[in-house]
């Protein structure tokens, strides 16, 4: 069961962080941090792509 949650939280997580980065990209200009969240959500959704192959 855990198993089947993990992959679910990546892409979870991955979604909240890119939006985020948009949010933080497109109206408030907090600089590098923001694209920090979007390296993370990016390392997480290939994580996720190269673990269900």
């Known amino acids: ?15 909240i962080m890119l939006f985020l980065w948009a949010i933080g990209f497109f109206i408030f200009n907090v600089g590098i941090i923001i694209h920090l969240f979007l390296l993370l959500a990016v ?11």
């Open 1 to 15: 069961m855990i198993k089947r949650k993990m992959p679910k939280m990546l892409i979870i997580a991955a979604i």
């Open 43 to 53: 390392v997480l959704f290939i994580t996720r792509v190269i673990r269900d192959k």
